[in-house]
């Protein structure tokens, strides 16, 4: 068949091939609610302790391949994308404690009613009931479903003026997800579920909704090789976390690009989940923060990167040498001073603290070694040399 732009090789279009890949994910899913699907998932230990207050049915149906709740403390607000039949939602519950919250999305009714099913029961076990589960898209974290279910079902969509109205009601309705209003992201072999247009969107949400100071767990499968298109058009591939892998760079790639910092892998497996046409597919964690954004102060800060590497890079392209007094701005001196950098780093106060209201804009261009006189203050006048008790014996 000839190609005319929207049209592929086998004859169907962009939009019949999205409907085609989005509807067997959420029929494969809603089997996999109803019946186990050993396919979908990898073998995850999880800390026992978590795992008491669940029910079978939920322990047996929840699909993954990681364990991203390892990351959480408690008093946070917990985001879970792709929730499916909520294990991780329980277990984040007991690890946030009863002054943390956890959100659970899922875009398959039937994951949700098994979420829902014993929420109570679970509830009850725990201690406290912290736990919500919403009806959403995760590549979409504004539109809430829900609320679109109970519009149509009064106002049925019958021409273009009804779904423009449609589209005003939802503009002022709630958002499913407010800015800024996460600590922590977790998901569970779910993002390579998004169809591949959607991805760099599904990632701008996720950076929309988290706090500045917010970070992401986030446990998938990745490819070493790029999937080609034809695995791409295969819907059976696609529902059974294949075919959507991301690239293991390009995974990497997608949280640099969201404007995410201190990208680390926490864990990849070394033996491929499976291998399909030579390509290996894999199970990988990787932990993300959001907050490098925001203006630069000057207040003559410096840090010393540690070794043992002989320089290193970070996130903005600052370089740090091994033992070298880097120059940086107020921003970058709060960021590596705390986890993960915290470790690598000397910090290096200034002698005479300068109020951020007193501090001018820094060049964050700057990659030169910060001079200890900098540090010291301008004003800075050499102290006299002490003399050394130890020369007459006295301490020695």
């Known amino acids: 068949m000839k190609r005319n732009g929207k049209t592929s090789k086998n004859g ?7 409907l085609s890949v ?8 809603a089997q996999g609610a109803r019946a186990v ?14 795992l008491k207050v669940i029910p079978r049915e939920i322990l047996d149906k929840d699909y993954g391949c990681g364990d991203p709740s390892r990351f959480l403390k408690a008093g946070d607000t917990v985001l879970d994308l792709g929730s499916g039949a909520g294990k991780i939602c329980y277990i984040a519950s007991q690890i946030v404690g009863p002054q943390g919250r956890v959100i659970g999305v899922d875009f398959n009714p039937a994951m949700l009613a098994l979420a829902k099913k014993y929420q109570k029961e679970i509830g009850r076990r725990i201690g406290w ?9 995760i590549q979409d974290l504004k539109t809430d479903w829900e609320t679109v279910g109970k519009y149509l079902k009064r106002k049925p969509v019958r021409s273009v003026e009804d779904f423009t109205v449609l589209e005003e009601t939802l503009h002022r309705s709630a958002t499913l997800i407010q800015d800024n209003s996460i600590d922590v992201i977790v998901s569970n072999c779910v993002l390579n579920l998004v169809r591949r247009e959607e991805k760099r969107h599904l990632f701008s949400e996720m950076f929309r909704v988290l706090k500045k100071g917010g970070r992401a767990a986030i446990s998938d499968i990745v490819s070493d090789e790029a999937v080609p298109r034809k695995l791409q058009e295969d819907p059976e591939l696609w529902s059974g976390c294949i075919s959507g892998a991301f690239q293991e760079k390009e995974f990497l790639k997608a949280f640099e690009e969201a404007g995410f910092y201190g990208i680390q892998i926490e864990n990849m497996d070394a033996k491929p989940w499976r291998t399909v046409k030579g390509i290996e597919f894999r199970s990988v964690t990787i932990t993300a923060l959001k907050g490098k954004q925001g203006p630069c102060w000057e207040r003559n800060q410096a840090v010393i990167y540690r070794g043992p590497w002989k320089q290193v890079e970070d996130d903005d392209g600052h370089i740090f040498k091994r033992g070298v007094r880097t120059a940086v701005c107020d921003k970058t001196f709060q960021i590596m ?3 993960p950098y915290a470790s690598e780093f000397i910090a290096i106060e200034p002698r005479q603290p300068i109020p951020l209201s007193k501090a001018k804009p820094f060049n964050c261009q700057r990659t030169d070694e910060r001079h200890p006189q900098e540090t010291k203050g301008a004003s800075f006048k050499k102290m006299k040399e002490a003399v050394s008790e130890c020369l007459d014996g006295a301490c020695c």
Not at 12 to 18: G, L, P, Q, W
Request: glycine letters at 2%; hydrophobic letters at 15%.
């Open 129 to 137: 009931h912290n736990i919500e589960f919403r009806y959403g898209k």
């Open 37 to 50: 699907q050993p396919d979908l998932c990898c073998p995850v230990d999880y800390d026992p302790r978590y």
């Open 12 to 18: 169907h279009s962009k939009k019949e091939r999205y």
């Open 22 to 29: 989005e509807s067997v994910v959420r029929a494969r899913y």
């Open 337 to 339: 001073t705390r986890d």
